[in-house]
């Protein structure tokens, strides 16, 4: 969709196509504060946590209460570009005043970007000024922007996000929380939501729970505490706040000033009954950062086995004798790759864990001169290639997965260029052969590689290495925590997609 | 209002304030034009002969018709600045591509600047997109609002002009001309309305009519009428287009694919009764561009009768022999300062008009060093005075009209750097004593100048000057063109408001 | 000249061409500072008041004494675009500090922007810091040039002004004051200069005086006087500083911290012998403000007796009984059409001033549309005709001079939009036929529409009125002050080049 | 020195301070392509791929031949920030034509940034256009900066590497390469060069080699070569050029029209008689990329040495019997930690090679939050620690170097947070005591942390760790390669200055 939008920074822009939407809203990050004095800083580092998690644009509401009139004022700075470039020294202290915030980044999807689409969305209805940024995609976004459409809303973003503001601020019902539960209810899909208003700050995960939430706290000076509400811990840490406990899958959390002082978190559930979780687990096999914990656990040593138990299944290439190079995609392959080279090692192969590529710290939009081949130059831009610990040996480069193939078939030829004896490539999940409908910026069935192929061989030889092994899915399962209630969103690799996108017909379906 | 809007030009920002409303949307200009294949073009030129009715910001969008998809996109640019910076020609030819669009001057009130309020303001809701600029203000804003929040409406902006699409939005009327019927019956006030919708250009005004409208045209090359609505005749003139009519009081208008082939446009009443005409009677002395045609009548014409009925009234200082020197405030009272003096040289007075002030053609916000007075300075770096012409003379300074005063004293101050012998002003029009509650951006009544004082004698003192005089109310309506149902609003004058202003009740009262 | 410049303001840009030198550096605005506790305050007003001057580009270079390091700091501010929007208050307060100052405004010139070329230059050489900023155009630039790079110079700019800095640097004077009266003498053709020094303010002009310069000052808190040294006297009049006089022809004026205690400015001569003055006639004409002073006499004065003495040649238009509208282009063929009109009023004919154009108060680069006529829509965006007063009437326009006669062209169709009864034109000065050498943007005799027609006739059926008169050369020298020693360069009219420029062979020749 | 320069990017500003250098030029990467049809292009990619040597500017100058006017036109293009920041498609494409560049990657030094000291620096003078790019630092500049300046050189940066362009100018040569041999042989101390003129691409390092410069080639379609001068080796390989051989110490290197056919490149010697090299050591250390060849020997495997020959003198702490785990601080210490691991491991110690910490890819300036340890936040948000790795365990932390020792003990905090059981530091480098001459941002004496204490104990307990051992001077000398004219210069360790720094006389001292 070409939506008029100007390359123009300065300029602002408005949605231009009425029915089209965007791509689904893909995995962002997400941030509430509440009861901080520096409330926009600490959202401003904790996004600044969670780039990975989205890195075309971000944005902060600031709430502060004037005494004076007796009224709270709210904020907004957002901008495309990187945390650290779209705020400053001035924008944090001077214009996002008050001691409540929420933040987010937004994922890059090609095509369609707008200013307009930048979250988090603010605006007033009845009850007063409401702030939402939201991870996640819903599934019956057609039918309800149509049905909300008739009853004479009008849209400002082509996002399914902005639908949330709509059905709170229609809801009938008196108080905020039911006001939002009833909004909640309608909505089907993948949320992780944080949501401030002037009563208090709202945190609320979708009845399966697909992306991850989790609430921290510190102690302010007057003794009472501070709570923050995020994506991943990491983004816990970096504010030295100290971890609480996840947003559970059909919960809504509430922060107030009741909250803060007696530090007992109000909650209740979004539907009656609670399904099985359906955690995203690609969330530990790529997404999340590796210092995270994610749905309880720590994503580093979850990483750790899954490449053990890729050296159980596929350890060295069959007929390998002598000495193995083992060398990581930084950096998420890295403790997979520890994990491999260590089974491996353990086993008896001659396996060695090497530095082999490096990830480049100066990363942006390169410029492709006409005559190149675009996607083997931004792999050069990214990686670079030591040769010497390349040349003439056997490799086995690990990475967590392929989607298209493409990005992974001009690494390929870059390790080449340092002449290796051989390259052989492992993958420390399964095969991606369908689209992710809750988040995740998975391209088309046909566009995956491995729908392509019926087999690894024909993959690995599209891709260009000696030999190609992914890891099982009973294996994926081994290495992710398990339990009662514990469950997951596999459908990437399944086809089983635990809630149903509905397009045409405007109903909602669940599974079974 | 501190909305906490970054000075940032890079940067996108909402609205902050839930409930308190921005100063009224004052004196605009507005564009639509309809079936010119630069339609984004000729906005843009008819905008830029409108700058003198808003400098603060301006906006265009564009609609396109898209054949392949079978649909209407509509692309937005706007930004704060006057319309030469806003726009280029990469704008204007990429980006705001098709035959339709409409535009937005906007006028610059204190404190009151958000990204967020720049018109036109673009939505879609059931019957596609629609995008609206408006001129004036509503007198019930308050009432709607609170309705329309009530009723589950959210609020991107905090002008009255959004109101307008959420009432049009929630009409339940089918035809899309119906629906903005239904709204601008239930909106009270002034309103001159430009609307693009995917069906037709729709031009509206008040049923008091109180800023000026009109409609123009212009063949193209295919024998089909490219049709432009305006709200000053000088901006047709610079693309060109021929003067058909003004959008008349209570009148809504309608142009779309048929009527650009038959010439004939559609026109419906707003109110089944047609009240008589309340005209902005300042336009004819300050606001518009002395080379337009306004309410049908030519600003020129009427100003140089101002001129000349001040001259009536009150010629040269009394008791004066020798000559005078008549100049005027450049360039509103040109034309009728030539007027007063060839009124006053007419009845045997040695009057000689001079051209004793320079306008700077290079305006823009000006440092004000520590220590200098700033009124003064601004005085000073829009005003050159002519020493030559000033020094040892009797002098009459001719200006349209006093409001606060301060810049009036400024401008004498600056005149008497000169050394004129004396300094008299003469104002074209009566003693402005009450705020506008329909557009016009006039202060609180303890802000005019001429409720501080008991005659012309106590203000001429407080101005400097060795006399002061204002015409008198009859010589203004004598100056003005009178007929069967033409009738003006002089509320700043008299105090007579023809629409009251519904604060509280939510109630709406009209004259009588 | 391609000279690969960015139009991105945020790139610093070098010069490109090692050979081709810039069109002549012309007619600029320059302002200099001594003893102002806000001298580059001061000197962005008097910049701002010769905007008119050059509109291209404008810097200021501001010196601070450090106490505590007991040296000199020099601070350069510059950019492309307007004073206005160059300078902010956090340049002029927090980076341009320091109690003297020089600035430049540049004018446009086609193709030769550079961001290195921007005024004032700053360098460091063994007498310290040294700020210079140049009104005029050297004639024996190539020879100069040539030498120096000879010599072992090495340019940073294309423009001839940057000559002085390494005249005076490779000066062999012990003296600052005869390094720079050494560079003087060796540089030839038009310059007026502000030189800003470690040890004082250097004001000069060239022997004979092309472009006027002249000398105020202002009593400061503690008793001693604050000078500035600017271009045209209004630049004193926006800072309240008295005219002090002019800086002779031949002469180089010092400003140091003596001079601010005794008030007696100390002078030197360039050449041991002191030519006859030759006063640009054009800056009475057209380029001057008409509130300064120009070599000593009211620029306004001088253009009313080019108004009246153009009546007594030329009055209303031959054969003409009935009633005739006298309108100015504005704004500086306002005084002259004044005086114009009033002569022809005294000697019995029924003519009439009227402002029948009005000049629109915002300019900027317009984007002409695909399609129109890129000089009329020019014309069209700058003027605004006033229809009422020209309507059936006959018209006689009076406008300063005719140039490429591009222009007037325009305008006058633009006037016939209008359908006036006849349109006459009327020149305040005589047919300009060669180009200016010394710092005017004249364009090549082949350009000048003069030199393609034998007689007015020919001229005015090309512009389209009815009949076109100019004034006689002798109507133009009776109109300007004559005496001892005061005589102007007429070049443009006459082809008598008081100083011959000098490209090929280096040598240097003088008038006869 | 506040040199005055404004933070925004939009305004050129010139140096200011006449008399007070910057601080070192510090290391640099500089590029220079000769005979490539994308040759901008080219230098952008190596650039991009040297960034880690410089990240404050970027620039580059192109040279193109136009064929009409049979003459050279330069175009240049620098900026603050990051290469892929500061070049986009258009600069790189329409802007930066032609088939020949230089260009060069800024180092960031505290306070004395200023546009006009960004190179490349592009001058004219009586040879032609000449432009430069420098990584070094020269010993004598204040002497060379008086003498040319009391010869009447003028200075338009406070650099150093301008000083070239004045010696290469006053050179009373003829032919251009015996003007830069003649400035090479006045400039004393480290510069390795690359110089784009009319005739040539030079390319030069001084007689001692301090810093790294290597050629590279293409073959082009039409069979001639394409040539590049590059810092580093990783910079031939983002543009898969072939490496041919390191720049010489005491070599000028000539690429003219006649190299990229006949490929016998052209060679002079600056002094008559070569020095034994004496090429920075920390180079290996630290600064050049691990992928890189430097003075022709592979980065990565010195790095590899440092950490064996580190293990074999300080293995595990003493004392450990049980597990031990090894981390690197990414990125420089990575290769270095894996040889320290193995060897240790071999040696029979229960060492783990883990990665701990991550480095983050978002880099950029940080808000520091009032109350926040502006440095501990800095090494938050560009290091995340992996709790799971480093709980409970006892930690080897291995880095390449100590300087200030502020990183290292806000870096120790950060992993202590995780709460290890010990945590020791092992640095691949003997103690840093002495600042750099040639190059190196190296601070003052009196803030290298080792001129503090007398011990490894004492710095150790300053740092907050349990153990600290350096690597040994001797252990470094064996890491890195030996063997005829190969020499180092180590003066940071040692104090031993090969090329003394010239101050107060003037007169120049070598190494005796």
């Known amino acids: 969709m070409d939506n008029g939008v100007s390359s123009s920074a300065s300029q602002t822009t408005s949605p231009s196509s009425p029915l089209e939407l965007d791509k689904p809203q893909c995995n962002c990050g997400v941030v509430g504060a509440y009861n901080h004095r520096q409330a926009a800083a600490m959202t401003y580092y904790a996004l600044h946590s969670l780039q990975h998690r989205g890195q075309e644009a971000a944005g902060i509401v600031a709430r502060r209460y004037n005494y004076e009139r007796q009224k709270f004022y709210y904020y907004t700075h957002k901008d495309e570009g990187l945390v650290l470039d779209v705020f400053d020294e001035k924008v944090l202290t001077e214009k996002l005043e008050g ?14 970007a ?25 599934t019956n976004t057609v039918a309800l922007r149509k049905y909300l459409q008739y009853e004479g809303s009008i849209f400002q ?25 009833d909004a909640l209810q309608t909505a089907k899909g993948a ?12 945190a609320a995960r979708d009845p399966h729970g697909f992306r991850p939430l989790c609430i921290g706290r510190k102690k302010n000076d007057d003794g009472s505490y501070a709570y ?45 009954t609670t399904p099985e979780a359906r955690h995203c687990i690609f969330e530990y096999i790529y997404f999340s950062r590796p210092d995270s914990k994610i749905f309880g656990y720590n994503v580093d040593r979850a990483r750790r086995k899954l490449g053990k138990n890729l050296a159980g299944e596929s350890p060295v290439p069959p007929g390998t004798s002598g000495a193995v190079t083992v060398i990581a995609v930084p950096d998420s392959g890295n403790t997979a790759t ?8 353990k086993h008896g192969f001659n396996t060695k864990f090497e530095i082999g590529l490096i990830r480049s710290h100066y990363v942006g939009r390169t410029f492709i001169a006409p005559g190149q081949d675009k996607r083997e130059f931004k792999v050069k831009t990214k990686f670079n290639i030591v040769r010497g610990v390349l040349e003439g040996r056997k490799i086995v480069v690990v990475d967590d997965s392929i989607v298209r193939g493409t990005t992974s078939r001009s690494l390929i030829k870059l390790i080449r260029e340092a002449q290796p004896e051989e390259v052989h490539l492992r993958i420390t999940s399964p095969p991606v052969k369908y689209p992710c409908k809750y988040g995740m910026d998975f391209p088309s069935r046909e566009e995956l590689i491995a729908n392509h192929y019926p087999d690894e061989q024909g993959i690995g030889d599209e891709l260009g290495v000696d030999s190609l092994c992914y890891l099982s899915f009973q294996g994926l ?26 397009v045409a017909s405007g109903k909602l379906a669940t599974e079974e």
Chains 1, 2, 3, 4 share one sequence.
């Open 477 to 502: 399962m081994n290495s992710v925590p398990s339990g009662d209630g514990i469950g997951y969103c596999t459908a990437c690799f399944t086809g089983h997609y635990p809630v149903e996108v509905d």
């Open 338 to 345: 520890l994990g491999f080279a260590r089974v491996n090692h």
């Open 157 to 181: 973003t082509t996002t399914d996000s902005e639908i949330f503001l709509h059905l709170i601020a229609r809801s009938k019902k008196d108080s905020q929380t039911e006001q939002i539960r």
């Open 228 to 272: 923050f509400v995020v994506s991943e811990t990491c983004a816990l840490d970096i504010i030295s706040a100290e971890y609480v406990r996840d947003v559970r899958h059909n919960e809504i959390v509430i922060i107030d000033d009741e909250v803060v002082k007696t530090g007992e978190i109000k909650s209740f559930n979004i539907e009656d």
């Open 191 to 202: 949320y992780s939501l944080v949501i401030l208003t002037d009563n208090a700050l709202y």
């Open 114 to 138: 707008s200013a307009a689409n930048i979250q988090p969305f603010f605006t007033t209805y009845r009850s007063g000024g409401i702030a939402l940024a939201h991870n996640g995609n819903l």
């Open 99 to 112: 001691n409540a915030a929420v933040g987010h980044n937004r994922y890059s999807t090609t095509g369609s």
